[in-house]
């Protein structure tokens, strides 16, 4: 059985960090494609980072700067570093991961959340002015 554990949320004021982490049980994912999402309330999901299988990195313009992912393999974790956070990085977060081939190729390229194979719950990261 395959899950993801997502933890690391909370409420920060502007300019500060957070860590996300997205813990992975049941599977090895060096071959996946990993993402991270955020939806803020009244928007639509987007993609925030992902980071492919062969640790390849990509962004959404309005955090490129500011936010990192990164593994750590031993822990089998996905992470997402956000420093210099703003007010509207307000957003429940979410991870996924996926394996097939379609995904590693165009990682990071635009694949909605919804076609994650697997997908964490969400955490609140909520940023005050």
């Known amino acids: 059985q395959v899950a993801l554990m997502v933890s690391g949320g909370g409420s920060v004021q502007s300019g500060g960090s957070l860590r996300l982490s997205c813990a992975v049980f049941?599977?090895?994912?060096?071959?996946?494609?990993m993402g991270w999402f955020r939806q803020a309330l009244g928007k639509e999901r987007e993609g925030v980072a992902a980071?492919?299988?062969?640790?390849?990195?990509s962004y959404a313009d309005s955090v490129k700067g500011r936010f990192t992912i990164s593994q750590d393999n031993a822990k089998n974790t996905l992470y997402l570093q956000m420093n210099s956070l703003k007010p509207e990085d307000t957003a429940m977060y979410y991870c996924?991961?996926?394996?097939?081939?379609?995904?590693?190729?165009?990682?990071?390229?635009?694949?909605?959340?919804?076609?994650?194979?697997?997908r964490g719950q969400g955490t609140q990261v909520t940023v005050s002015s």
């Open positions: 049941g599977y090895s994912y060096r071959n996946y494609c």
């Open positions: 980071l492919d299988s062969h640790g390849s990195t």
């Open positions: 996924a991961a996926d394996p097939r081939s379609y995904h590693n190729e165009y990682c990071g390229q635009g694949i909605p959340i919804y076609e994650y194979n697997y």
